[in-house]
């Protein structure tokens, strides 16, 4: 044995009573789980510490930084130690040199473009071998949709042709072939946004005969969020597809209070045969960039066709209207309160004095869209906590932190989900069990992903393991200090190696991609 883990209290991912236990591992994996273990290279005393297996973050953006940033302390030291990445329908990959210049001007306010970085490879399986030269933590991937429709359509807001539709189809298949889990959308953005219902229902068919899943970030999470969350139920029904609702929420004064109506829809379409799951953050303001709140028809054509529009006096006073009036698909078919959004971060060094303060009027978010372009990244006030509360609860959640890494003052979710879902709402709320949370971050994902020794403290897993303390584990990220780490987390292995140890990350890159 390499190392034994004496005296955990033991929380298992399957929700069942925790027990105490020692754990064994040798090579990566979790070899025996005994009263007492003798013989082990190595012993560490759990004692006053809960173990249990590492989280899996089921909608992240660290698609640029696992291969920037070794470290990776904002996953890492919460006890991530899978992240799902390709989310929203937009990543970088498969792409061609055209649609990748285009993704790194598109997804600046996302992930950054960061300096030095070479974009060597294309394809899904490509970006996967990239990862599999050693990163921080574990990583799965979605097919992105939107980059397949830039990919085989362009920035059009039209129908695919056949011939369209079959290289999407191919595209998909070749993705989900090389290593890919499943299929995200990103229908508030652009080109995605663009498919039709057929359009998506054919690529999910080729995703579900590949054994994945389709993750949509749908078509509004305001106005008529519910005809949206039941679109994408009917889609993935016709298309015998499993369904997994990225950044489940019910946001803007619309839908204060209606959680509860999301949940007997998605308790309807369980009882009915329909295999579906979803995740949410633990927090109420929402993180996107501030182009992505701009109507669709504005942002057709790609970048620097927006930037066009918004320099143009007559085209930007249709867009404002558009915004505050009726209500911009790219804000959820809600009229814009600008006192709502606040900038967390900007491309622009100039423009820093932005940051942290709201965005009084349409005036000031386009001169800001222009100077710069397009990078502007927001906070977004618009939650509730009831709804938070209500849909963490469900049999099917789990947790995802849907975090942006870039910006002067980014969105807290990206370093404290985690630890805020056992210290805030488990500990001092009461919201949920500590064994059924875990679950939640463990043990329901792994299965979701179809990841048969992942998830669980159990003997012949991964040990992809956490030891935290329930008594003080905390998120110590704040919107006022987005980037401090959390607290009551001192040890994370990854295929049982130490990446945080006692409470600080080695120099361990254990990280591999996870493929279906």
């Known amino acids: 044995m390499d190392l034994a883990i004496r005296n955990a209290h033991i929380v298992d991912g399957t929700a069942g009573a925790p027990y105490r236990a020692d754990v064994a591992i040798h090579q990566g994996r979790i070899t025996a789980i005994e009263p007492h ?124 042709t056949p011939a369209e539709l079959d290289r999407m189809r191919a595209l998909v298949a070749e993705g989900m072939a090389q290593g890919a889990v499943g299929m995200s959308s990103g229908l508030t953005y652009t080109p995605g946004m663009y498919a039709s219902d057929a359009e998506l229902t054919e690529l999910c068919r080729v995703v579900a005969a590949h054994g994945g899943y389709y993750c949509p970030h749908h078509r509004s999470y305001g106005a008529g969020a519910l005809e949206a969350y039941a679109e994408m139920i009917a889609l993935t029904r016709e298309a015998g597809c499993a369904l997994h609702l990225a950044h489940a929420t019910m946001n803007f004064g619309v839908n204060e209070g209606r959680a509860p109506q999301l949940l007997a829809l998605l308790d309807e379409a369980l009882a009915a045969g329909a295999d579906i799951t979803l995740d949410s953050y633990p927090y109420l303001p929402g993180c996107t960039t501030l182009a992505a709140t701009l109507p669709s028809w504005a942002t057709e054509g790609g970048p620097e066709a927006t930037l066009a529009r918004l320099r143009d006096d007559a085209q930007a006073e249709r867009i404002r209207h558009v915004m505050e009036v009726e209500g911009s698909d790219g804000c959820h078919g809600v009229p814009m309160d600008w006192s709502s959004i606040e900038v967390s971060g900007v491309r622009e060094p100039a423009l820093a004095g932005h940051v942290g303060r709201r965005v009084p009027d349409f005036a000031t978010a386009r001169r800001l869209l222009l100077e710069d372009r397009l990078g502007t990244t927001i906070l977004q006030h618009v939650g509730h906590e009831e709804n938070v509360r209500a849909i963490m609860r469900h049999r099917v959640h789990t947790g995802g932190s849907d975090g942006l890494l870039v910006g002067d003052k980014p969105h807290p979710r990206a370093y404290g989900t985690f630890p805020h879902y056992l210290g805030h709402y488990v500990r001092e709320l009461g919201v949920l069990p500590l064994e059924e949370c875990v679950a939640h971050l463990t043990g329901r994902p792994a299965a979701r992903l179809g990841l048969p020794d992942r998830g669980l403290v159990r003997e012949g897993h991964r040990a992809d393991l956490v030891l935290f303390d329930p008594a003080t584990v905390a998120a110590g990220a704040t919107f006022e200090r987005p980037r401090a780490l959390p607290t009551g987390i001192p040890y994370v292995l990854i295929d049982g190696r130490f990446v945080i140890e006692d409470g600080r990350r080695t120099d361990v890159l254990a990280g591999r991609s996870v493929r279906s």
């Open 37 to 160: 273990i003798r013989g082990a290279r190595r012993n560490l005393d759990a004692t006053g510490l809960a173990l249990a297996p590492g989280f899996i973050d089921m909608h992240a953006h660290s698609d640029l930084a696992l291969l920037t940033d070794p470290a990776h302390e904002a996953k890492a030291a919460q006890g991530v130690t899978l992240e799902v990445l390709g989310q929203d329908g937009l990543s970088y990959a498969p792409v061609d040199d055209a649609t990748l210049a285009g993704l790194r001007s598109q997804l600046t306010g996302w992930n950054g473009d960061p300096e030095g970085l070479e974009y060597d490879w294309r394809s899904v399986g490509e970006y996967l071998d990239r990862l599999d030269q050693g990163v921080a933590v574990n990583a799965a991937y979605l097919v992105p949709q939107g980059t397949v429709r830039m990919l085989a359509v362009g920035w059009e807001d039209r129908p695919a």
